[in-house]
C-alpha cells in the first residue's frame, strides 16, 4: 500500500451513520483499522474516555450556548480535549501498522467547542497541530434524514441543537453550523464526498471503496 502509515477521517453531521457504518467496515474489512471513542473501540484501561464524552452534554446545560452557570466554556473544551488527545494516541498508535480511518478526529469536537461559546485559545492551536489526515471522508446526509434518525429530536443532547428544547429548527441550525465549522477546519484537505445510503452495510462499503483507491 502507497500510504500504509498513513490516516483518513470520517466526517458528518450528528446522526449521520458513522458509528454504525465504522462498526460494519470493523466486521467486513479488518485491514483497516479504525478508531473511535464510541464505547465498542474503547480498551478496559479507556473506559473513562467514554464515560466523561457520556457526561459532557449534562456539563453544557440543557443549552449548550447560554451562559454557563458552573461551568465555563474553557472547561467544557478541557472535558472534551480528553477525547481528542486519545484519539491522536491511538491514531498514532495504529498507524504504526497500517491505514486508520478515525472517526472526527478533532475537527468535530472542535467545531461542537466554538458553537458552544468557546473562542479561539491555545488549545485549538494545540489540536490543530496534531498530523493531519491524507483525507477526510465527508458522509452528507440530509438534515431531514438525520432528524428522522434522532427520533425528531428525541435523542439529541445539547451539544446538538440549538435552544433549551430540541426542535426541528434549532437542529436545522445547528447542524448547519457544525457543517460550515468542520469545513472551514479542513479547508485545503484532500476531500472525498460519500452521497448518503440507505444502510450502514452500503455506506461502509462506498468508504470501502473510496478507502481502497486512497490506499491503492
Known amino acids: 500500500m502507497a500510504a500504509a502509515h498513513g490516516f483518513c477521517v470520517l466526517l458528518g453531521p450528528d446522526y449521520a451513520g458513522k458509528s454504525s457504518a465504522l462498526f460494519r467496515l470493523r466486521q467486513t474489512a479488518p ?27 449534562a456539563v453544557a446545560g440543557a443549552d449548550a450556548t447560554a451562559q454557563l452557570d458552573a461551568w465555563s466554556p474553557e472547561f467544557l473544551a478541557t472535558l472534551l480535549g480528553t477525547a481528542v ?11 504504526a501498522h497500517g491505514p486508520v480511518v478515525v472517526d472526527s478526529y478533532y475537527y468535530k469536537i472542535l467545531a461542537k467547542c466554538r458553537l458552544a461559546g468557546v473562542r479561539e485559545n ?4 494545540w489540536w490543530r497541530s496534531f498530523p ?21 429530536g428525541a435523542a439529541l443532547n445539547s451539544l446538538e441543537h440549538y435552544g433549551e428544547k430540541p426542535d426541528w429548527e434549532g437542529f436545522r441550525r ?16 484532500p476531500v472525498t464526498v460519500v452521497p448518503a445510503q440507505d444502510n450502514p452495510a452500503d455506506t461502509a462499503a462506498a468508504l470501502q471503496e473510496a478507502l481502497a483507491h486512497e490506499f491503492r
Open 122 to 125: 491555545p488549545m485549538f492551536a
Open 174 to 189: 445547528y447542524q448547519s453550523d457544525l457543517d460550515k465549522i468542520m469545513r472551514e477546519e479542513t479547508d485545503g484537505l
Open 85 to 95: 488527545v486519545h484519539l491522536r494516541d491511538e491514531v498514532a498508535r495504529h498507524t
Open 31 to 57: 485491514q483497516w483499522r479504525t478508531v473511535s471513542v464510541d464505547d465498542a473501540y474503547l480498551a478496559p484501561e479507556h473506559a473513562l474516555i467514554g464515560r466523561l464524552r457520556r457526561e459532557v452534554p
Open 132 to 152: 493531519q489526515p491524507v483525507r477526510v471522508l465527508r458522509l452528507e446526509v440530509p438534515p431531514r434524514t438525520t432528524w428522522r434518525r434522532c427520533g425528531a
